[in-house]
């Protein structure tokens, strides 16, 4: 049997996902045996900008006319497409405020000569193009993208816990920073995976990997006024990975 | 007239391009194109509560989020007059330097090396050279358990928040992590070997201005607040508070990224500089490995920046692992950040990113919001002196063919270790 043929591309982001990959250093020899990765322009300068792809990988998020038309061009290429990341999934922190004024920032930033660049309102993937799979987090959990990949290769679909940060964070036994110490966290409403990373080391959740599917945000901002944050605080909070509405 | 263009370069972090015109035997514009969109991050951040900042601003760039997470807690610190405990300290020094450990390992054997072997990636390297392939690796691996252990996390660290850290590691990891580096330590010989082995390179050879944080303990990126550049035999410091002198910018069409000079000058930034800035600590085994690589500072040809990063991958791991001793020996105590009390001001911190010198300067109000945010990163220091080499670059090639001159000027950039999602950076206009 042929290899799937697979690229991995990064819109506008930090690469962090697609370093992810690069970090699974136990794994990634193996893993390119199995596939065929044809297009990968952070790790080679040959690759084939052209062929069909049976799977490809996009991290980031649209904030330009260049990325909308990368972004439809990997779509045609591609059978099966996931979105990598919080960034292409959400849209990331670059859409935490998407609502402003582009041109005043760009101005604002670059002087007239920001009003000449290609920029646009952040936008997630799935507003662009149809998405088969996402894999959230910023970035990715390495065990989810080997998952995926290993799921694919088996004709599976993958799936990703759909229960909140909370609930892995109890399983471990941690004291509550929300309840028992009056800490801004963002546990309650984001998808859990990253087995609690920050709450197991005593920091608040900032929800980088995205509301969870049965997000209570009401519930959520309750119980944050009740400790006394306003409420300019915790919008600010709630929308650093996931603008308002970017819920799919 | 002729041009050179790179349409996007390959084996970066980022999205960016190199276009050179030729007109007859003169060179005529050379410009680092950098498309990658930009995301407005400092302009998004103001508002947010402090403790916000550094978790916003660390998604700059991946492969650098460490050194954006610290210098970012280095200037809300510094807005604060927050004092972090020795402790914390040494332990930020030992996330950078596990930082420094992947990001050299990753440029190294994955995005240069194949170069000077004429493999398009190191998939394909591992093929024919598997042992250099599993060394990088193996490095790579090294620089994240570090990163892994004392961040939280590899990329983007959840651990750090102002005034220490959520959780220290245990006495366990710790122990795991002497292990660990002992190992690397033994591998150190034969990435010398890889290096030293790989085919000489000399396309542009030029005076080069070099700039870095001068260290006060040498070896360590997190600590200090002033920078020296090098010129010649001319040395200038300037202070954090002043980083405007070398961060003068200017916004260009083809890039989105502003481009610096001191005095009229381009400057680089990375490996290369910080040893040629912190020359005295060039001793043991660090000489020994620059004689074995053929290194001489100060250096005229800016591949040899891949030559200092070798240097560096050696001295990061004995460095790292003296901080790890040090840490065990005095017993590693639990505990809590430092106190945070906010007041309104403007804090500047300055680090010695894996790329060179990364700036964060911030203004906060009373309440601890953030009102403007100022980063300058390595690469977009960078811009005027990559312009500069690639130009001699053209300048100094015999031939015009177009495949030979895209091969050297992506030698050059690559040399560089661009990171071009750094380089987006917003600056507010002065």
Not at chain 2, 269 to 293: D, H, K
Request: net charge negative; glycine share 8%; proline share 4%.
């Amino acid at each position: 049997m042929s290899k799937p043929t697979v690229g991995i591309f990064g819109l506008t982001g930090c690469a962090g996902d697609q370093l992810v990959i690069l970090n699974c250093e136990d794994q990634l020899l193996d893993l390119v045996s199995l596939i065929d990765i044809r297009d990968f322009l952070m790790a080679s300068s040959e690759n084939d900008d052209d062929c069909l792809l049976d799977v490809a990988l996009v991290e980031g998020a649209v904030v330009s006319q260049r990325d909308a038309e990368k972004l439809r061009a990997i779509r045609k290429r591609a059978k099966i497409l996931v979105a990598l990341g919080t960034c292409a999934v959400w849209g990331g922190v670059a859409a935490m405020d998407r609502g402003a004024d582009r041109r005043k920032l760009l101005q604002e930033v670059y002087g007239e000569m920001g009003l000449g660049y290609d920029s646009a309102a952040t936008q997630a993937v799935h507003e662009i193009v149809k998405v088969d799979l996402n894999i959230t987090g910023c970035p990715i959990e390495k065990d989810h993208f080997l998952a995926a990949i290993g799921n694919l290769l088996n004709g599976d679909a993958p799936v990703y816990p759909e229960y909140p940060v909370c609930s892995e964070c109890r399983m471990l036994e941690n004291n509550c920073l929300l309840i028992e110490r009056g800490e801004l966290c963002c546990g309650p409403i984001t998808a859990a995976g990253c087995k609690a990373r920050c709450p197991n080391l005593r920091v608040a959740c900032v929800g980088c990997r995205g509301p969870v599917s049965d997000a209570n945000p009401s519930s959520l901002l309750a119980a944050f006024e009740e400790k006394g944050f306003d409420r300019q605080a915790i919008a600010a909070r709630l929308r650093t990975f996931a603008p308002q509405g970017g819920a799919q | 007239m002729k041009s050179v263009v790179i349409e996007h370069l390959a084996r970066v972090e980022g999205h960016g391009g190199i276009t050179v015109e030729l007109e007859g035997g003169t060179v005529g514009k050379v410009h680092f194109d950098v498309f990658e969109g930009a995301r407005l991050l400092e302009s998004l951040v103001c508002g947010k509560r402090y403790d916000e900042v550094a978790p916003i601003l660390s998604r700059i760039c991946s492969i650098c989020s460490s050194a954006h997470s610290l210098t970012s807690l280095k200037a809300t610190e510094n807005a604060f007059g927050v004092q972090i405990s020795p402790q914390a300290e040494l332990l930020r020094e030992l996330l950078y330097q596990g930082e420094s450990i992947e990001s050299h390992a990753l440029h190294l054997f994955f995005l240069a090396a194949p170069d000077y072997l004429n493999f398009p990636s190191a998939i394909a390297l591992a093929a024919a050279k598997p042992d250099a392939v599993q060394l990088g690796l193996r490095l790579k691996k090294l620089g994240n358990l570090v990163q892994e252990t004392i961040g939280g996390r590899a990329v983007h660290p959840v651990n750090v928040v102002p005034g220490g850290f959520g959780t220290v590691p245990t006495i366990d990891q710790l122990i795991e992590l002497r292990t660990a580096l002992r190992e690397g330590m033994a591998d150190c010989d034969a990435v010398l070997n890889v290096i030293a082995s790989l085919p000489p390179t000399d396309f542009c050879h030029c005076d080069t201005a070099y700039a870095a944080l001068l260290s006060p303990d040498l070896g360590s990126y997190y600590p200090g607040d002033e920078v020296m550049l090098v010129n010649n035999g001319d040395r200038s410091r300037v202070r954090a508070a002043d980083y405007r002198m070398l961060a003068n910018e200017q916004s260009v069409l083809h890039s989105h990224a502003k481009h610096s000079s001191f005095g009229g000058r381009p400057f680089m930034v990375g490996s290369l500089a910080r040893l040629t800035v912190n020359a005295q600590r060039l001793t043991g085994r660090l000489a020994v490995a620059m004689q074995r690589l053929q290194l001489q500072l100060p250096a005229r040809n800016p591949m040899d920046n891949n030559k200092a990063q070798a240097v560096e991958l050696v001295s990061d791991i004995e460095r790292a692992l003296h901080l790890v001793e040090h840490l065990l020996r005095d017993g590693i105590k639990d505990e809590r950040p430092a106190e945070v009390k906010v007041r309104a001001g403007t804090g500047t911190g300055i680090t010695e990113a894996p790329r060179g010198l990364l700036i964060h300067s911030y203004t906060y109000d009373s309440e601890g919001r953030i009102t403007a945010a100022d980063v300058i990163t390595p690469t977009a220091l960078n811009a005027a002196s990559m312009e500069l080499h690639f130009r001699r670059t053209v300048e100094q090639c015999a031939e015009r063919e177009e495949a030979v001159l895209a091969r050297r000027l992506q030698m050059v950039a690559r040399a560089y270790d661009p990171c071009i999602s750094c380089s987006v950076h917003l600056v507010r206009r002065q």
